[in-house]
């Protein structure tokens, strides 16, 4: 057994003691810190969190070691039977992902901080945690008082675990199966609301695959006095971090049931039906992979559809979502020059920032689209008896209920299985190419009995000068410029920050200055590194970025009210 134990006996300097019990059995010995998480497919430098390493033997004798790689260390263990390896690890960043030590909690996503050995990682698992008694402990592995288990490496990386004295609780019941709801933070709950709603969807999804891989699951949520969204999936748990706190069961209400509908789903995708490239995780490297497009774009579908499909969103609700996918989608002109798949890959080389402009497009919104388009094209083909959820409640049964990842090829094998039909040309045009997304979506929300509707930016400066910005103090800083457009002629360039509209300062309105001098030219004063700079942008008679939505036909024939029933049933 490896016995891991954390000690937070200083809170405010944000340090957490560990220290760990390996058992060793040969003459070198090589210690791992993770260098990635699962759930964000990109590489991860958590050891430049460490502080004071130190490793002894059974006799407390310091032993040598030596760093081969940024998060390895080789241990010379020659005629030693076991070791202990002692550090701190500073833990200042609270996000869904992340491991967080204050006054108030001790909050560890154990692939940050743990350590693990090759010859160990398959034997179980002991964690001792000191901590205040006042603080209870909320996670998915097995607890005694403050004594945790866990079976193996990957169930501890995979368990993050919240100690406080703030935690809020509940629960309820879906076929057998507990789902904890664990709120941390200040929020004043709606019990009744939030239980109704997430066993809705929760029943819904489950329907869908006849079972849920693991007997309970938690819903580990840190409400934020700030403005915070983020969720991370684990197999048997999600971390979700959302704020400020006032908000939560009002204007953020459907925020906290779309991130936890999303991440419930990927109990079944992604953490059960996994790519083969990920079969099992390897946390030494990258873990390279084409199928972000399902990993994240089928849960993003299917995350908001699920709220859709039980009654939790309206559809006028859930078309909002879906036009914030196609406006996101139709802003990106990465989808111009990089496919999905590629993006997918290249998470790890850049992860899930926007990165080089127009270089790349986003695994959760291109891979959303595709998944309503593939739902839709099997509704058309299978005369409105099967739909994506049968695809992947097959994966899951025939993946990995049999020990198996899943590739593209197992993807769209089964994809035509269900069908009937080919999707060769779909892979190669839009998983694989660069084709424009109209006509198939067009096709799509017309089969189902919806419309497809743009119209110029409300905007003067997206629709007419083709430019986007997000406010600073009074004055605007540029984030994204229309290829061609007039702020692209006329010189602007990212991160300007925009102070004057010929001659007069912003403060605050940009857009009313600029729909003021409708028809004159437009001489932008900007400040670029330090300098002040006037930029005139040559004005056309055209509009540029768009503004998207989808609309349920007033009049639906026959066929579309069949299709769109089985669509949403």
Same mark, same amino acid.
């Given at each position: 057994?490896?016995?891991?134990?954390?000690?937070?006996?200083?809170?405010?300097?944000?340090?957490?003691?560990?220290?760990?019990?390996?058992?060793?059995?040969?003459?070198?010995?090589?210690?791992?810190?993770?260098?990635?998480?699962?759930?964000?497919?990109?590489?991860?430098?958590?050891?430049?969190?460490?502080?004071?390493?130190?490793?002894?033997?059974?006799?407390?004798?310091?032993?040598?070691?030596?760093?081969?790689?940024?998060?390895?260390?080789?241990?010379?263990?020659?005629?030693?039977?076991?070791?202990?390896?002692?550090?701190?690890?500073?833990?200042?960043?609270?996000?869904?992902?992340?491991?967080?030590?204050?006054?108030?909690?001790?909050?560890?996503?154990?692939?940050?901080?743990?350590?693990?050995?090759?010859?160990?990682?398959?034997?179980?698992?002991?964690?001792?945690?000191?901590?205040?008694?006042?603080?209870?402990?909320?996670?998915?592995?097995?607890?005694?008082?403050?004594?945790?288990?866990?079976?193996?490496?990957?169930?501890?990386?995979?368990?993050?675990?919240?100690?406080?004295?703030?935690?809020?609780?509940?629960?309820?019941?879906?076929?057998?199966?507990?789902?904890?709801?664990?709120?941390?933070?200040?929020?004043?709950?709606?019990?009744?609301?939030?239980?109704?709603?997430?066993?809705?969807?929760?029943?819904?999804?489950?329907?869908?695959?006849?079972?849920?891989?693991?007997?309970?699951?938690?819903?580990?949520?840190?409400?934020?006095?700030?403005?915070?969204?983020?969720?991370?999936?684990?197999?048997?748990?999600?971390?979700?971090?959302?704020?400020?706190?006032?908000?939560?069961?009002?204007?953020?209400?459907?925020?906290?049931?779309?991130?936890?509908?999303?991440?419930?789903?990927?109990?079944?995708?992604?953490?059960?039906?996994?790519?083969?490239?990920?079969?099992?995780?390897?946390?030494?490297?990258?873990?390279?992979?084409?199928?972000?497009?399902?990993?994240?774009?089928?849960?993003?579908?299917?995350?908001?559809?699920?709220?859709?499909?039980?009654?939790?969103?309206?559809?006028?609700?859930?078309?909002?979502?879906?036009?914030?996918?196609?406006?996101?989608?139709?802003?990106?002109?990465?989808?111009?020059?990089?496919?999905?798949?590629?993006?997918?890959?290249?998470?790890?080389?850049?992860?899930?920032?926007?990165?080089?402009?127009?270089?790349?497009?986003?695994?959760?919104?291109?891979?959303?689209?595709?998944?309503?388009?593939?739902?839709?094209?099997?509704?058309?083909?299978?005369?409105?008896?099967?739909?994506?959820?049968?695809?992947?409640?097959?994966?899951?049964?025939?993946?990995?209920?049999? +020990?198996?990842?899943?590739? %593209?090829?197992?993807?769209? @094998? /089964?994809? &035509?299985?269900?069908?009937?039909?080919?999707? !060769?040309?779909?892979?190669?045009?839009?998983?694989?190419?660069?084709?424009?997304?109209?006509?198939?979506?067009?096709?799509?929300?017309?089969?189902?009995?919806?419309?497809?509707?743009?119209?110029?930016?409300?905007?003067?400066?997206?629709?007419?000068?083709?430019?986007?910005?997000?406010?600073?103090?009074?004055?605007?800083?540029?984030?994204?410029?229309?290829?061609?457009?007039?702020?692209?002629? +006329?010189?602007?360039?990212? %991160?300007?920050?925009?102070? @004057? /509209?010929? &001659?007069?300062?912003?403060?605050?309105?940009? !857009?009313?200055?600029?729909?003021?001098?409708?028809?004159?030219?437009?001489?932008?004063?900007?400040?670029?590194?330090?300098?002040?700079?006037?930029?005139?942008?040559?004005?056309?008679?055209?509009?540029?970025?768009?503004?998207?939505?989808?609309?349920?036909?007033?009049?639906?024939?026959?066929?579309?009210?069949?299709?769109?029933?089985?669509?949403?049933?």
């Amino acid at each position: 057994m490896t016995k891991y134990f954390f000690s937070c006996e200083n809170p405010s300097q944000q340090y957490i003691s560990i220290k760990t019990i390996f058992q060793v059995n040969s003459n070198s010995t090589i210690l791992h810190l993770p260098s990635w998480r699962p759930g964000r497919y990109e590489l991860g430098n958590f050891a430049k969190n460490l502080k004071g390493f130190k490793v002894f033997n059974q006799n407390n004798k310091v032993l040598s070691f030596k760093k081969l790689v940024k998060d390895a260390w080789e241990v010379d263990t020659t005629g030693v039977t076991e070791i202990r390896v002692e550090y701190s690890y500073f833990a200042s960043e609270l996000n869904a992902g992340s491991t967080f030590l204050n006054e108030d909690q001790l909050y560890v996503n154990p692939v940050n901080c743990c350590l693990f050995t090759d010859d160990t990682k398959e034997d179980s698992i002991e964690i001792q945690l000191n901590i205040p008694n006042e603080w209870r402990v909320a996670g998915s592995m097995k607890q005694t008082e403050n004594r945790l288990i866990a079976t193996n490496f990957e169930e501890l990386a995979d368990s993050p675990f919240i100690c406080s004295n703030s935690l809020q609780y509940n629960q309820y019941e879906v076929n057998g199966t507990i789902f904890h709801i664990w709120l941390n933070g200040e929020v004043k709950p709606d019990w009744k609301r939030l239980v109704k709603d997430f066993k809705a969807f929760t029943s819904k999804q489950m329907e869908k695959f006849m079972e849920f891989p693991v007997t309970e699951y938690h819903f580990l949520i840190h409400i934020l006095p700030y403005k915070a969204y983020h969720g991370v999936e684990h197999q048997r748990s999600t971390v979700i971090t959302l704020g400020p706190s006032y908000e939560v069961f009002q204007s953020l209400y459907k925020e906290l049931l779309g991130v936890s509908s999303h991440e419930l789903y990927h109990t079944w995708n992604v953490k059960a039906i996994r790519p083969s490239e990920m079969f099992p995780y390897d946390f030494t490297k990258e873990n390279y992979s084409e199928l972000g497009y399902i990993c994240e774009g089928v849960t993003t579908y299917m995350g908001d559809l699920f709220l859709y499909k039980s009654d939790v969103f309206t559809l006028d609700q859930y078309l909002l979502e879906m036009n914030k996918q196609l406006q996101k989608h139709f802003d990106n002109h990465g989808r111009f020059n990089y496919s999905v798949a590629e993006s997918s890959f290249d998470t790890w080389l850049d992860g899930y920032v926007p990165g080089a402009p127009a270089r790349k497009v986003s695994i959760y919104t291109e891979g959303c689209l595709l998944a309503f388009v593939t739902d839709v094209m099997l509704l058309q083909a299978t005369d409105d008896q099967f739909g994506l959820d049968t695809v992947m409640k097959r994966l899951y049964f025939d993946f990995y209920l049999k +020990g198996k990842g899943v590739s %593209e090829a197992d993807y769209k @094998a /089964v994809l &035509e299985n269900v069908s009937g039909i080919s999707f !060769d040309a779909f892979f190669e045009d839009f998983v694989h190419g660069n084709r424009p997304y109209e006509s198939i979506l067009t096709e799509a929300f017309e089969y189902i009995g919806l419309e497809l509707h743009h119209k110029p930016s409300s905007f003067y400066s997206h629709g007419r000068l083709g430019f986007k910005t997000v406010p600073q103090g009074s004055n605007f800083i540029v984030k994204v410029i229309y290829p061609g457009s007039p702020a692209n002629l +006329g010189g602007l360039m990212l %991160e300007d920050e925009i102070i @004057a /509209v010929n &001659e007069y300062a912003c403060l605050g309105e940009l !857009d009313k200055w600029l729909r003021y001098f409708d028809n004159d030219l437009k001489h932008i004063t900007i400040l670029r590194a330090g300098k002040i700079i006037q930029k005139t942008l040559p004005e056309v008679d055209r509009n540029f970025y768009m503004e998207y939505e989808v609309k349920k036909l007033e009049k639906m024939n026959t066929p579309q009210i069949k299709a769109f029933d089985a669509w949403r049933k």
